[in-house]
C-alpha cells in the first residue's frame, strides 16, 4: 500500500467498480488522495463499494450504468462531472468473460453480449471521457485487457476477441489523442485468483472436451499454474499498483502500452 498523495485534486472515474479488480484499484486512488466516481451496472453492489471508499475518507458519487449504452455512459459521466468536477483519471474496466466454448460451438448470442461489453462498452466509456479530457488539455487512461487479448486462448473466442479489440483501441487512442496531453495505456491481466473468476474459468475449461485441459478440474488447475512461470496465481492486489503506476506521473513517458501483469506468461 502506498502512502503517497499522487492523486490528491484529482477526480478518477473507474467502471465495473462493484467488481473485484474495479474495488480494488478504486480503494488504491481514494488512499492517493483521489476522488471517486464509481459506475457499475449492479446498484446494489455499486452502494457497497461507495460505502468501502468513502470510509477512506474522500468524497465519492456513484452512477448506475450499462456501458453498452452510450446515452447511459454519456449521462453518468455528465453527472459526475457536475458533481466533482473535471474528470482528470479514468479505469475503463468493465468486462463479461463470457462462454467457454469451441469457436465452432460458441453461442452467438453470447458472442454478440461479451464484445458489446467488453469492447463496444470501453470504447463507449472511453469516447465520452476523452472527449472531456480533450477539452481540459489533460487525462490519464488505463483500459482492462487481458492476457487473453495477447495470446489467444482456446475456448474463449468472444471474450479473447474482445480483450484483443481492447489492445488496439489502447494503441490507436494513444495515439488519437496524444496531441492533448492525453495517455492512454493497458493492463493484461493472466491467472488471478483463488476466487470465483478462477473456480469458474476452471470448471468451464475442464468441461469443453477439448485437447487443451483435462475434464477433471483439479488437473485443470495444475496445467494452468503450470503455464505461469512463476508457479502461482497472481492475487487481486497486485493489479492496483500497475494501474496506479500507468495513471500517475511515474509513467510520465508511456503512453499505448498494454502492461502484463502475468507471472512471466508473454
Known amino acids: 500500500m502506498s502512502s503517497a498523495q499522487r492523486f490528491s485534486g484529482k477526480t478518477a472515474l473507474v467502471t465495473g467498480a462493484a467488481g473485484n479488480i474495479g474495488l480494488a484499484v478504486a480503494k488504491r486512488l481514494a488512499q492517493e488522495g483521489a476522488q471517486l466516481v464509481l459506475l457499475d451496472l449492479d446498484g446494489e453492489k455499486l452502494e457497497k463499494s461507495k460505502g468501502e471508499i468513502a470510509a477512506l475518507g474522500v ?18 459521466v455528465a453527472k459526475a462531472e457536475d458533481t466533482l468536477g473535471a474528470i482528470g483519471l479514468l479505469f475503463n474496466n468493465a468486462g463479461y468473460q463470457g462462454a467457454f466454448a469451441p469457436i465452432h460451438e460458441y453461442p452467438v448470442d453470447d458472442f454478440e453480449r461479451v464484445v458489446q461489453i467488453d469492447l463496444v462498452g470501453a470504447f463507449h466509456v472511453l469516447r465520452a471521457v476523452s472527449r472531456r479530457m480533450v ?20 475456448n474463449m473466442g ?19 489523442l496524444a496531441p492533448y496531453n ?8 493472466a491467472l488471478m ?14 468441461k469443453t472436451g477439448t485437447q487443451y485441459f483435462s475434464a477433471d478440474p ?22 492496483p499498483g500497475t494501474v ?6 511515474d509513467s510520465s513517458y508511456i503512453t499505448g502500452v498494454t502492461l502484463p501483469i502475468s507471472g512471466g506468461i508473454l
Request: charged content about 20%; proline content about 5%.
Open 59 to 76: 468524497k465519492v458519487e456513484t452512477a448506475v450504468c450499462d456501458v453498452t449504452n452510450y446515452g447511459s455512459v454519456e449521462a453518468a
Open 135 to 154: 477539452k481540459q488539455k489533460f487525462g490519464r487512461i488505463v483500459n482492462t485487457a487481458s492476457m487473453a487479448g495477447l495470446q489467444g486462448p482456446p
Open 158 to 176: 468472444a471474450y479473447g476477441s474482445s480483450k484483443f479489440g481492447v489492445v488496439g483501441l489502447t494503441q490507436i487512442a494513444s495515439k488519437d
Open 182 to 189: 492525453i495517455r492512454v495505456n493497458g493492463i493484461a491481466p
Open 193 to 206: 485468483g483463488p476466487g470465483f473468476m478462477w473456480d469458474r474459468q476452471v470448471e468451464l475449461q475442464a
Open 218 to 239: 483439479e488437473e485443470v488447475k495444475k496445467q494452468m499454474i503450470g503455464s505461469v512461470p512463476m508457479r502461482r496465481l497472481g492475487d487481486i492486489e497486485e493489479i
Open 244 to 249: 496506479a503506476f500507468l495513471l500517475s506521473d
